[in-house]
């Protein structure tokens, strides 16, 4: 079985007024890199930040001892928690039929 490494590449485009484009021709040109190459690392660091910030959770100590309390031990189920697990199951179970 071959495994394909052919690197398939993608064309970002993006319009601009010529004042931005100086900017960041300037600053690519401050960076040594062109162009392209300095918004492609641009916009991935920024991605990357987004990404971070949206998929980790940030506790405090006492928010982090908090919720392992929680998991550890966890609060017996109420009357409104039992009947929406009832109607998830019911609902589950008609889609199944």
């Known amino acids: 079985m071959s495994i394909n490494t052919e690197r398939k590449e993608t064309r ?3 319009r601009t007024s010529s004042e931005i484009q100086e900017i ?3 600053a690519a040109d401050y960076s040594g890199a062109t162009i392209s190459q300095f918004l492609i690392d641009s916009a991935m660091e920024k991605a990357c930040r987004i990404i ?3 998929e980790t959770l940030q ?3 006492s928010g982090a001892d908090a919720l392992y309390a929680a998991l ?3 609060p017996k189920p109420n ?3 039992i009947e929406a697990a009832k109607k998830y199951r019911g609902s589950v179970n008609a889609d199944n039929h």
């Open 12 to 14: 970002l485009v993006a």
């Open 24 to 26: 960041i021709q300037r």
């Open 52 to 54: 971070e910030r949206t």
């Open 59 to 61: 506790l405090s100590m």
């Open 72 to 74: 550890e031990n966890p």
């Open 79 to 81: 009357k409104k928690l």
